[in-house]
């Protein structure tokens, strides 16, 4: 094989109410509702009692045998080649997702020795340019794990293959309703998804007490959080709220569209209850109040750093880490990566990093006068079309590869401190129980599940999200448009993007 790279304290009460306590409209943006899964049913996961006590109690109470299970859809014994891309750990991750990538490989090659991987570990901004290249050149590779917008664009030009849960011995009650929406197109399912994530509100309580806020209360509020990051910048002089704006990364829409929902906006009507991805909804009032507020801290106040315009998340972990980043938007693993900074820091810069790894807390993202909404984030596996691989396609090694990737071990185990099995029994297996209890802060990021909202599933996603938004939000920032001006233009782009379709 070859491979090449490009419990701590709830700081603020985390919001314990049933899963079915959502608002219908959420619920149903999410894809998922109270019937989706039964207790007592093949996986055992009733999402109607989804809290971070619930989530503990199920943790360790299922013994999967992932071989087992494997082998009922690829025997041992079968001699294979296959090409695999996706996006994995980079040189930004913690060590323990470069070591659990390389046991990722270890343990499939011992399962099944006979099948020669090569597989490239791509930058997650720069894939799908190279895959809609390499699909046309004929040199796409047999199977890619693409983000959970991006999908559903390459399935609409006819180049992947149908492929879905049952064809690799799982049943479509294994996963999410809502990721299940993301790998289907016209009615077919071209996919099957390897994680599910929700991320959180980060917040340094060392220096919002600095600045005179409540250490262990967080903004509850959008409003509240452009406040608060106004107040830490009066006070301290040092940046409020990691602000991410850069055009063509996917941390942009991941971080912006939360606020564009919570204020009643959205691209389209995908955080609707019945969304038809037909109305656009970039130009309504929601939409222009979540820009006002981005104005507001960018160029009014002047709160957040001024590089937001080319940052991504990774150009957050510096100032946050050296005590310069009051609150961010992030995963779970942000936690790991201040740690492993703090251990290789020397001197007073360690001193700084140690106590701003201390003063770590993690809360629910803001609210809006709509709603709490936060991505319904992932990945899915997909398989191109014979016709389009180098060499042709081995239809079993892309089976083993999926079956072993998207059961119930190894969607936990690659998921481990960034993101959630995308195949609900690993909520119920001893890694998922070992990760709560060594993960601080996982609980939290997992109770807003419920409050996850798919991107619209329609093939101009990835234009939409990573382009059209972007370019919107830099827009306004930048003073080249007002806020009806760029919001207006967004939904004129967009209407025609939509009339390619």
Known sequence: MTKSKDKGPFASPVDRRPFMAMTAGAAAAAGLSGKAYAQGSRTGVDPTKWTPEYIKSIAGTE???????CYKVVPKDYKGRLTYWYFGPTQASPQIEHDIDKQFWEAFKALYPNIQVTALNLNYNEMIDKLRTSAI???APMVVRLPILAGVEFAAKNQLMEFGPEMVGHSPQDFW??????????????GVPTNNETMALVWNAGLFKDAGLDPESP???WDDLVAYSKQIKEKTGKSGYGMVAR????????RFMPQLWAYGGGALDEAEANPTYKSIFVNNEGSRRALQASYDMYVR??????SALTNTQNENQDPFISGNLGMMIAHPSEYAVMLDRAKKATGDDKKTAEAVVANMRYGLVPAGPARRAIVFGGSNAHVFRPDLVDGGLDVNAAKAI????????????????SSNPGNVRGFRTKWMKERIETIKFLDVTTSMLPNGIPFPVVPQATEIMNIIVPNMLQNVLTQKMTVAQASDDAAKKIKELLSEL
């Not at 013994?63 to 087992?68: K, R």
């Not at 999926?402 to 401190?417: D, R």
């Open 63 to 69: 013994n999967p045998d992932t071989a087992a299970e």
């Open 137 to 139: 050149g004929k040199a």
């Open 177 to 190: 309703p809502g990721a299940l929406k993301s790998v289907t197109w016209k009615g077919k399912t071209y």
């Open 219 to 221: 903004p509850k509020t």
């Open 247 to 254: 055009v063509n990364a996917g941390n942009t829409p991941f």
């Open 301 to 306: 106040d002047k709160s957040v750093p001024v």
């Open 402 to 417: 999926i079956a072993f990737a998207t059961g119930p071990e190894w969607s936990t185990k690659m998921a481990w401190v």
